[in-house]
């Protein structure tokens, strides 16, 4: 197909806004937690809609909700689209659901446009993948992916001790059709638009990010102990402070950090002094480091230089340091010819774009290590996300939304049957 | 007298570690709480004793307890020494009861000596001056000295919700004899003996510490605010880091406050994230600041270039800080006459010695705003205090007790009535 599709935006627009009244907050904002009756509401909606697509839809062992318009091929592997319909607690009206609704359009596009496909395309709500609910965040496509057992997820309990499989029962989210298996299902290529939820496209005035992988990650704890002493009688000269070790240590890991600028990063986000107090001296302080680069080689160098910075600091000041590694996700790029048909049709809209890494984990991440991925990101206001007053321009929302139109429709060898004017 | 008196040192440590026996932990330390059975019977023991060496005893209205040795003049203001017999959950053998005890001995070596004061001499040991059961510290010496009400003290309750009262009450502190006012009581002078609590005599080598006063103290709490972002999709030049701004207000302060070495002290015991999260951008972070100098005008200066390097890290970093002062004391100076009594007291006995400030609070603290106070600090093994090991030399104990002695001696007027060898 030569020809650029289009998609309708304001039919677009007015499902999202339609979606988010389910569970709207008196903020502004959303809050359809997974496997709640908001959450079985919002997913009753959208397969309504794929049905009113003449889409077939059903769950698997998981609750995540598929729907499938045919293609050609009957035999042929889907190309799937897809994000997620639950939210954070206090959670907006484009984190998940913009992807979801997106793919919607892009069937509902197709259909409009009387476009037929070689391979069937699929669109696929993910349970769980806040993890606000249950935990881990991406439960549903982790499963689906093989990162994660079925038993292993289905056992997982919410902060009242309700067990993943009890959820499923009791939401109804499993029952609206027959269950398939989660795993082992084949996939030809999967495509996924969400909101950046950072500044970085709004910062360079960019429509569209064409996302090329996730990030590496890696967790640590850095354990700092020095003496305990009194704040009154204890000379400075012969203090052992583990307070001002971590701050040195700190603001040389950020000094050096600086050297991987502008795609690495760091964030102490927790520290804890134990068996604190106002007037005695530091004696055990661990905090946490967040280390994420997209290239896993430059995240090596970046631990390094975490380890070093402590053992550096702590020496001088006669402290010991402990820096251990907790959790590691290694950077995950998506297919070069999956991100070549995103771009290319970014390119032939002539939107302004970039290529982008995804710093947040998205479903797309355990995706890529399953089947061939890309994302389509859009700005979204402020770089705000996981928050009520999260927002999105209608016209980006319409971009990326072509944007994966067009490249699911090349993936899946999209042609006119007859003009619809005939 | 021209002669020097001189304790009898093995029988010191001997009447210490009898007391130790009263609330013996299984590490070698003390737990005897305020107004608890242990405390009781440690009053009841120091009572027995004090009879032994023919004084009369009784308690004030909140429990502090006093022995009288007679003097030549009976209606002038006593000599009085003090300390307290109460001790932290898991607190040694010598902190507070050394200077009760030396006291005692005092006294005893007076009576050996067959010497006789113009004016009379008193021990007290002050109630619950620990504060590990009752809030504040030094309630008894507070009440006693007028920086707090009687009412106020009697109302103050420990963790299980008894008042310190009850606690008078059931402990049977205050029934051992004629209870009398707490207030009004007019005092010649106040000696204390303690342990330095801290390093400096015993690096320093000195045997005793010639105390000046105690430091001024000022607590601050400091709020940092900046923006809370997720961890992966936050370009770092977008961030504002409470976390590091506050790392970065640490180190200046350690820096700006090396200017008042060695008296000046800073200490930042507890800090806080306010929901805190490893992947989220620290954006309420509150820790605290304790300021001490022994010279009012230092730590006015101290006080400055705390709230100026916090405001300069804020605007360097695009956050903001208050710094919020929660506490204030100020410096004490000790009595010029009573601190030479006890220099020329450490002189003549060739003792090493240096001056030192007090770091700690002290009965004698509240004492010096009431009538003419000082102290004599003896090393403590590696500067432990409030500790199980909490350990001190037996030439040390004695050295002190022999300069208390002595000084005591001179402000008492004592003179030998007559040979004890005649």
């Known amino acids: 197909m030569k020809d650029l599709l289009q998609i309708d935006g304001p039919r677009l627009w007015a499902s999202l806004m339609e979606m988010a009244r389910i569970g709207a907050t008196a903020g502004g904002g959303v809050r359809r937690l997974a496997l ?44 799937m689209m897809g994000s997620h319909l639950d939210t954070q607690p206090e959670g907006g009206r484009f984190d998940g659901v913009y992807g979801v609704l997106a793919a919607l359009e892009v069937v509902r596009a197709l259909n409009d446009a009387n476009a037929r496909t070689a391979k069937p395309i699929e669109i696929c709500s993910w349970t769980n993948e806040e993890g606000a609910r249950f935990t881990p965040a991406m439960l549903g496509s982790a499963v689906f992916a093989g990162a994660m057992t079925l038993d292993d997820a289905l056992a997982r309990t919410d902060a009242d001790g309700v067990t993943l499989a009890q959820a499923l029962d009791t939401s109804g989210a499993n029952a609206m059709t027959g269950t398939r298996a989660v795993q082992g299902v084949q996939v030809d290529a999967y495509f996924e638009a969400h909101i950046e939820q950072g500044p970085i496209l709004e910062a360079n005035r960019n429509t569209i990010g064409v996302v090329t992988g996730g990030q590496a990650i890696r967790w640590f704890d850095v354990n700092v102990t020095g003496v305990a002493a009194h704040a009154g009688t204890t000379p400075m000269r012969y203090r052992k402070d583990a307070w001002f070790g971590a701050a040195q240590m700190s603001l040389d890991l950020e000094r050096a950090m600086a050297r991987y600028a502008p795609l690495g990063l760091v964030t102490i986000g927790q520290a804890q002094i134990a068996n604190s107090s106002r007037n005695t001296i530091a004696a055990n302080l661990t905090f946490t480091v967040d280390l994420r680069h997209p290239d896993d080689a430059q995240l090596d160098a970046m631990e390094q230089d975490l380890r070093a910075v402590c053992a550096a600091a702590a020496a001088s000041r006669e402290l010991n340091a402990t820096v251990t590694q907790v959790w590691s996700s290694p950077a995950t790029p998506f297919d070069t010819q999956c991100v070549a ?32 991925t890309a994302m389509v990101f859009i700005p979204c206001v402020d770089g705000l996300s996981h928050n009520e007053a999260e927002d999105a321009l209608p016209a980006d929302v319409t971009a990326g939304a072509n944007v994966l139109l067009n490249a699911v429709a090349a993936r899946a060898g999209a042609y006119v049957a007859a003009p619809a004017h005939a």
């Open 341 to 372: 048909l995103v771009e290319q049709a970014t390119q032939r809209f002539g939107y302004p774009h970039e290529r982008i890494v995804s710093g947040a984990g998205h479903d797309a991440i355990h995706l890529a290590r399953y089947c061939p």
């Open 36 to 79: 709640t009756e908001e959450d079985r509401r919002g997913r009753e909606l959208f397969a309504r809609w794929c049905h009113e697509a003449g889409m077939t839809t059903w769950t698997d062992e998981v609750g995540n909700l598929f729907a499938r318009r045919e293609g050609d091929d009957a035999h042929a592997a889907p190309v």
